[in-house]
Every structure is written in structure tokens, then in C-alpha cells.
């Protein structure tokens, strides 16, 4: 017969070996391969993994806009072997967007950490004749509603943030959503639709190489990485939009467990290696950032988009 001390010990303890165990831990992401939020789950999985002392494995679970893997991680245990990488599509940009939102995400998640920054870029199939974003605009306007655009997926930040262009600059074009970034850039490239909105680590490789434009990014102010193309602002239109990465628990995850999480993704981000291939990628990476400011920064988010979503009349 087990001593009732002993069984209370053992009840005690239970979080702490929760904590440190030693299976995997699945790194929940809302996309396909090849998008901003699996690249970014996938530059971080290894150093994690190192700093846990548990494999990390990255879990795409795509499907409406990373409101599939919500729905499928909320159903996860709370006992810190799971995890999930939100975009601001899964945070912040998917329940806003819906009349009846499935979650939300004030309430349904344990944040860990805010952990990056990325804005996004007007990238053109070269075949588009325009240089620049002005030239685009005129030549949209001119095709009367004829020309289309590819996003990440209905109610994501692409989708929101190309709305938003849309409305500033006055164009009308149709909008293609598509189960992932991926996807949606190889239709840009091949020209089945005439742009992508997305973050400069996905556009640049092909903006380089000639297999498409980049003409604006919508940043506050330009890129390091690529200092020749101007922001919108600087071609006349007021529009800001990017994405970013924060890392949740499910809620109910042990507090130590969450702590060591904490402490690890910290130190991951923080190592010179991460900083510097982040900005190669035009990322900025977070060092430091700690659950309540994370949750601050989606509260922020909700904030800011919530009028522009109901101004644009995007209800899904």
C-alpha cells in the first residue's frame, strides 16, 4: 500500500518530470514546407533541441490558415511535449477575420514568447510591366479588375495585409488563396496570378534569382538585406504589414515546464549564429521576451487590425 506522504510526493513532483523528460517534443506548424512559419520552426528546432536535451520535431499541420493546426493543437496534452509556432495568421489574423471565430487567442493559449518580426514585400511575376509600385498601380488600374493576387490562405496576415494595399492604392484584383506560402509563390513565378505579398526571406531568393519582382516592401523603413527597393510609404502609400513568430504552450502546461521552455528559446534566440542568419532572411529576432509581454503583443495586434479587418469588410 502506498504511504499517502509518499503518493503526495509523487503527485508534486509529477510537473518537474514532465519537464525534464526525454521524448520529443512536436513543434506544432500551421502551414505547408517552404513558408515563412515552417522556415522559421525549422532554424530553431535544432538549436532547441540541444538546449532541452529532447529532439524537436516540426509538425506541419496545414489548413485555413493555420486555423486547422489550432484546432488540432488545442486538443494536445498540457504537459510541455507540445508546442506551437504561431504566425500572426494563427495569433492574430485568423480569428479576428471570422464571424464566428474558433478560438481566442487571449484566452486558449500559454504564450512563451514573442520571437520575431518580419514585414512583408510586393514581389511581381517579371512579366508585369512595372519597375516600381507606382507603375503597378497604374497598370493594375488600367487592367480593370482582370489582374489576380496569391496569398497564404483566406484570414491570414498576407491575405489581410494585400487587402489593405488593395484598398489604399485603389486597385481591384481578385484574390487566390492557397493552402500556403509555398504554393501561392510558384503561381506568382509561373504567372497564373501577377503578385505575392510575403516576408523578404521567401521573396528574396527569387527576387535574385529573376523569377520575380520585388517592387515595395511594406515596412516602416527599408530592409538591410536589400537596400534599393523602396518601402510603400516612400511611394505614397501609408500601409505597414508583416508577420511574426511567437512561440505558446497549450494552457495548462506545468509552470516549470513553461520556465524551461522560456529559458531555452531564450537562449536560442539569443546566440550570434541565429541573430545573424535571421537578418539574412530580413527577420528580426527577439533575444529576450517573456510571456506577458508576448501576450501584450497579441493584445497590441488585435488592437491595431481589428478596424482595418471590419473597415475592409473582410468577414469570412
Known sequence: MIHRRTLLAATLA???ALAQGRGPVRL???????GSGDLFARLIAEPLRDELGRPVIVENRPGAGGV????????????GSVLMMHTGSSAVAGP?????????PMTDFAWVALLSNAPFA???????????LR????????????????????GTTVHLAAEALNAATGIQVQHVPYPGSAPAITDAINGTVAYNIETYGTLLPHHRAGA???????????AAIAPDIPTAKEQGWEVSAGTYNLLAAPVGTPRDAMEQVSAAIGRVMAKQEMQDR?????ITGFARSNPDEAKAFVAAEIARWTPIVQRLGIAL
Open 14 to 16: 509529477a510537473p518537474a
Open 28 to 34: 506544432v506548424v500551421g502551414f505547408p514546407p517552404g
Open 68 to 79: 486547422t493546426a489550432v484546432e488540432y493543437f488545442l486538443r494536445q496534452p498540457a504537459d
Open 96 to 104: 479576428i477575420s471570422r464571424r464566428n471565430p474558433p478560438y481566442n
Open 122 to 132: 510586393v514581389a511581381l511575376n517579371p512579366r508585369v510591366p512595372a519597375e516600381d
Open 135 to 154: 507603375g503597378f498601380v497604374a497598370y493594375a488600374k488600367a487592367q480593370n479588375g482582370a489582374l489576380s493576387y496569391s496569398s497564404a490562405g483566406i
Open 212 to 222: 520575380l519582382r520585388i517592387v515595395a516592401t511594406l515596412a516602416e523603413e527599408r
Open 278 to 282: 535571421l537578418a539574412a532572411l530580413g
